[in-house]
């Protein structure tokens, strides 16, 4: 099973900061995994520019996909996760990370989700995508709605997490699960200096190939982690 992670910075092609569809799939088919977490994905919504992006990328690669909000931007226009999966979505849901009460960090603070999902690939396997806050206090609710909900066995999170792997808040994931790499830049694509998109999986699963690409398309490197069941 091959699992990718991808902020797509809502289909900005990068290099020439525009909209673009191709390069995105593109990416995606060349790297082959069966399932994909993407971060920063635009929905249907009044705004310029606000269209399905999930849905237009599944009908570039043929992979069937999943849509989750976090946040409207102006109000009317969604923005948030998705999955992609080459086999059968058998379930997914949004679940809404509580915002911090009171707010503590200094950065903006913008409301987060994470998609819960259940795909099947000779056995079924859980997912979880997500994109956790700028500020410390929103990743600790972030960390634990994951760890209230995510299983021991078959389970796969992904995201960007916008921290580093030293981070406090993070200690409680690396202490449940495994990561795939922590030591591969992933932010800014085009000079990374930082580790801040992560693929952790429970330790019923075998690492046995992992990589970051190095093609621009994102200001996000893509990063992919191959697994097989112990």
């Known amino acids: 099973m ?3 992670t991808f902020n797509l910075q809502h289909c900005n092609f990068y290099p020439e900061s525009r909209i673009d569809f191709t390069p995105f799939a593109q990416e995606i088919l060349s790297c082959g995994a069966d399932i994909i977490g993407l971060n920063e994905v635009r929905g249907k919504g009044i705004l310029k520019g606000y269209t399905e992006q999930a ?19 102006g109000g009317f226009s969604p923005y948030g996760n998705a999955v992609l999966s080459k086999s059968p ?27 819960k999902a259940q795909t ?35 389970c796969v999170i992904m995201g960007d997490f916008n921290c580093l792997p030293d981070a406090e808040e993070l200690k409680p994931l690396f202490d449940k699960f495994l990561c795939s790499d922590t030591e ?5 694509s085009d ?8 693929i952790f999986y429970s330790h019923d699963l075998k690492l046995t190939d992992k990589g ?6 994102s200001d996000h490197l893509s990063l992919w982690a191959e697994f097989k069941e112990k």
């Open 89 to 115: 979505i058998l379930s997914a849901e949004n679940i809404k990370i509580l915002d911090p009460v009171p707010k503590t960090g200094h950065e903006m603070y913008e409301s987060r989700s994470i998609i």
């Open 212 to 217: 970051v690409s190095e093609k621009i398309v």
């Open 191 to 198: 000079n990374p200096d930082r580790k801040i998109d992560y």
């Open 120 to 154: 099947e690939k000779d056995k079924e396997y859980t997912v979880f995508v997500t994109h956790m806050g700028l500020n410390k206090d929103e990743r600790e609710n972030a960390v634990k709605t994951l760890l209230g909900m995510a299983p021991d066995k078959k």
């Open 184 to 188: 591969k830049y992933t932010f800014p």
């Open 2 to 4: 091959k699992i990718m």
């Open 55 to 73: 849905k237009k990328l599944a009908e570039l690669t043929g992979y069937h996909y999943y849509f989750g909000k976090a946040i409207n931007v």
